[in-house]
């Protein structure tokens, strides 16, 4: 089984005034500690919520010119076992690149883009393909006639560029 996992992190950033700011040195930070061993870590800003009206609200909260960059890191994690399996092997690889920095597990979802792949292929197999195959032969059975005059053209084109060659060669 595969799964996509969503990892939330909380990444300090120092000497910032606005949360734009903020949010840019934060991903380019955590892009920098992941990459190149981790490159296939996806980051994006998280989403926080007000806890008392539920409205959205930037991912950053910035004191004293210091701010907390909510992000959200997504990975594949392929052949596990288990949900559970899948999130615990996100929270290590990258908690061993990202040190110091807290994450929570936001979300894991089952990815089944094989199951989907082989019933579509199974369709497109016994649907549209061998009907696509037989329109053609039926367009070259009723346009044989047409074709031979144009077979006739065609060899006059290729006798026309056979001398052409041979004379190249000589």
């Not at 949010?23 to 955590?30: G, L, W, Y």
């Not at 991912?59 to 899948?86: G, T, Y």
């Not at 040190?99 to 019933?119: K, R």
Request: aromatic fraction near 2%.
């Amino acid at each position: 089984m595969d799964c996509r996992v969503v990892v939330e992190a909380a990444v300090p950033v120092y000497d910032v005034s606005t949360e734009d700011e903020a949010v840019r040195i934060a991903i380019s930070k955590t892009g920098a500690m992941l990459n190149p061993d981790l490159n296939y870590v996806e980051i994006n800003m998280g989403e926080r919520a007000c806890p008392h009206c539920h409205e959205s609200i930037e991912p950053a909260f910035i004191a004293a010119d210091e701010s907390l960059v909510a992000l959200e890191l997504e990975m594949k994690v392929f052949n596990v076992e288990r949900e559970e399996h899948a999130s615990r092997i996100a929270r290590k690889e990258i908690g061993t690149q990202l040190e110091n920095i807290p994450l929570e597990v936001l979300s894991v979802d089952v990815i089944e883009d094989d199951a989907e792949a082989d019933a579509d292929a199974s369709t497109d197999e016994d649907g549209t393909e061998p009907e696509a195959v037989v329109d053609d032969v039926s367009a070259d059975e009723d346009g044989a006639d047409d074709d031979d005059g144009a077979d006739d053209d065609g060899a006059d084109e290729d006798d026309d560029v056979l001398p052409e060659f041979e004379d190249l060669i000589d």
